[in-house]
């Protein structure tokens, strides 16, 4: 079956660095999205990674692995606006997206 | 971002009820999506349109009617829903479905809440 993990929830501190790792299984692979989702708003577009190797944009980088199974959204100098869910997706052989159920991402001052 | 806009941003209905959703995109997208967003659940995708033609229904009830008029335009159409269709609806737009690497946009939501 097609599956995304990611962590439930997590928890850092403004100015700290935070790491929110997904593994996918998907029929077939056709790259891997992170999406923003603050509370009671649209998911917004954060990144696409279909080639191995880490992209960065800004305070925020996101990693594929291909080998694996397996991504990371890296978010630097953190702030209370990042307060969100983060929504993993993986697109399948169909360009399908399989999503999470998302990593609530708290920030504390 | 107003590129997808959804109306209501909140309904609740009863179970006999008939209601309909809208989603405008002035994005200029072919492709239209409609997915169910449940409390700590994954995205469930609903209805896929493509120029107009709908190319997926992930074994929806018949209680949700899908409605595409044109490619700007996405409705959903309700009746006698359930309890359990409390939910947020999104509605998102992308260039066209599939091809790799193109993101979806996705409006603010229906909060529905059926008593």
């Known amino acids: 079956g097609q599956n995304i993990d990611q962590p439930t929830e997590m928890t850092a501190t403004e100015g700290a660095i935070v790491q929110i790792n997904c593994t996918y299984q998907?029929?077939?692979?056709?790259?891997l999205f992170w999406y923003q989702q603050h509370a009671g708003e649209a998911p917004t577009f954060l990144s696409y990674?279909?080639l191995d190797g880490l992209e960065e944009k800004g305070r925020f980088s996101s990693f594929l692995s291909r080998s694996k199974g397996y991504s990371y959204l890296l978010l630097k100098e953190l702030q209370m606006k990042d307060s969100a869910s983060y929504l993993c997706?993986?697109?399948?052989?169909?360009?399908?997206?399989?999503w999470g159920a998302g990593t609530k991402l708290i920030i504390k001052p | 971002e107003t590129g997808v806009t959804q109306t209501p941003r909140h309904l609740v209905m009863g179970m006999t009820n008939k209601k309909s959703l809208k989603c405008e995109q002035h994005?200029?997208?072919?492709?239209m999506y409609w997915y169910k967003q449940s409390a700590k659940k994954p995205l469930e995708l609903m209805f896929v349109?493509?120029?107009?033609?709908?190319?997926e229904n992930n074994s929806v009830p018949s209680r949700f009617s899908p409605e595409c008029p044109n490619s700007s335009h996405l409705f959903l159409h309700l009746h006698t829903l359930q309890p359990e269709d409390s939910a947020l609806y999104l509605c998102?737009?992308?260039?066209?479905?599939?091809?790799?690497?193109?993101?979806?946009?996705f409006g603010d939501g229906t909060r529905l809440s059926i008593l």
């Open positions: 998102a737009s992308s260039q066209d479905e599939g091809g790799g690497g193109q993101p979806q946009h």
């Open positions: 994005l200029g997208h072919n492709a």
């Open positions: 349109y493509n120029f107009k033609e709908q190319t």
């Open positions: 998907t029929s077939g692979f056709n790259g």
């Open positions: 990674n279909v």
């Open positions: 997706a993986g697109s399948d052989s169909n360009y399908q997206l399989i």
